[in-house]
């Protein structure tokens, strides 16, 4: 079983920036693909951007040129380093992980609690 954490929400004005962490813990697991996911009130979860193990990213248009997610395979992390905010980004952020344990070939998914970005001035 692997948990995340995530880390670094908070409130920031239109145009700035934040980063936000997870962690992946667990043992005798092995994480193939990470990202963070995104819902606002009454809206559905949208997927934001994810990285392969190999560093593949792809980004939601709304997003891309503002947003950078990289991931450190060796500490099992992910992060979503968030400039030029704007008030639609604020939401609660998900990180999501695709795994598998070293033994095995089924992958499992996993979900953090969630970290809240508001934007506001």
């Known amino acids: ?5 995530e880390s670094g929400g908070g ?3 239109p145009g700035g920036s934040l980063r936000l962490s997870c ?8 994480i193939v693909d990470m990202g963070w996911y995104r819902q606002a009130p009454g809206k559905q ?6 990285i392969t193990n190999d560093g593949s990213t792809n980004y939601a248009d709304s997003v891309k040129g503002r947003f950078a997610i990289s991931r450190d395979n ?14 639609e980004d604020a939401a609660v952020y998900y990180c999501y992980a695709d795994w598998r344990y070293y033994t095995g070939t089924v992958r499992y998914g ?4 969630g970290t809240q970005v508001s934007v506001s001035s």
Request: glycine fraction near 8%; charged fraction near 10%; proline fraction near 2%.
């Open 11 to 13: 409130l920031v004005q």
């Open 45 to 50: 979860r949208e997927l934001v951007a994810t």
């Open 74 to 87: 060796a500490a099992n992390t992910v992060s979503l380093q968030m400039n030029k905010l704007k008030p």
């Open 23 to 30: 962690v992946a813990s667990g043992s005798g697991f092995s």
């Open 110 to 113: 996993a979900w953090g609690q």
């Open 1 to 5: 079983q692997v948990q995340l954490v």
